[in-house]
């Protein structure tokens, strides 16, 4: 457990310094700890060195982990693939923000469900940039549609965006994917009076790509925890 301290301690410098390098400024970035395939022990250890928000992919997972959290925390954040016939579960836990609706479809499964006990819910919408098949989103041409259609759900709040870059040992390829979400996101906001603030991408290897190209709110989770113990899902 000593190395999530100091993974988080040498991660936040890395930040400050990358803020400080391309002119902007640590408030502007939210940091989500992945937690996935990690146990609650190291969670708690996470929020007692800084972390403020975990981030789950699986409902499943969470709804065991979750509620076993001991110590304070400002949100938790779903951020996998969520199936229609686990929304009322995740719902349960209250997430902070949703990160991966993707389909009028899910999000008016999502709506409907939020009606039946007069809540709203926060929610990023997940555009697939790279066009990857194995990939959840929505296409690239298809997003801004899709952000309006959702936008009329009484229920959702439209927060913002999210993708995933290319899962490639090089991060600079993610550079132009990440740069058509940013477009996306300046046009959207520029017309939007309700809280159009999410930018969602960058992760374990390829964040200082994503915060270059205007990414406010980073999904880390190797560079805290440590490798995935893939185990741990069964």
Known sequence: MQNIQSNIDNLKAEI????????RENEEITLVAVSKTHPVD????ALKHGIKHIGENKVQEAMRKVPMISQALEGFHFIGRLQ??????????K?????SIDSLYLAEKLHRALGRTNRTQDILIQVNTTGETQKNGVDFENAEELIKRIAGFSCLRVRGLMTIGMMDPDPEVSRKYFKQLKSIY??????????FD????G????WKIALEEGSNMLRIGSAIFGARDYQEER
Do not use: C, W
Not at 16 to 23: M, N, Q, T, V, Y
Not at 42 to 45: H, Q, R, S, V
Not at 186 to 195: E, H, I, L
Not at 198 to 201: E, G, K, Q, V
């Open 203 to 206: 992760m374990s290897h390829d």
């Open 42 to 45: 190291a969670i708690d250890e």
């Open 186 to 195: 300046d046009k959207v906001r520029a017309d939007d009076t309700q809280g």
């Open 84 to 93: 229609t016939n686990k929304i009322n579960q995740l719902l349960t836990l």
């Open 198 to 201: 999410y930018l969602s991408m």
């Open 16 to 23: 400050s310094a990358e803020l400080k390098r391309i002119g």
């Open 95 to 99: 997430p902070f923000l949703i990160h």
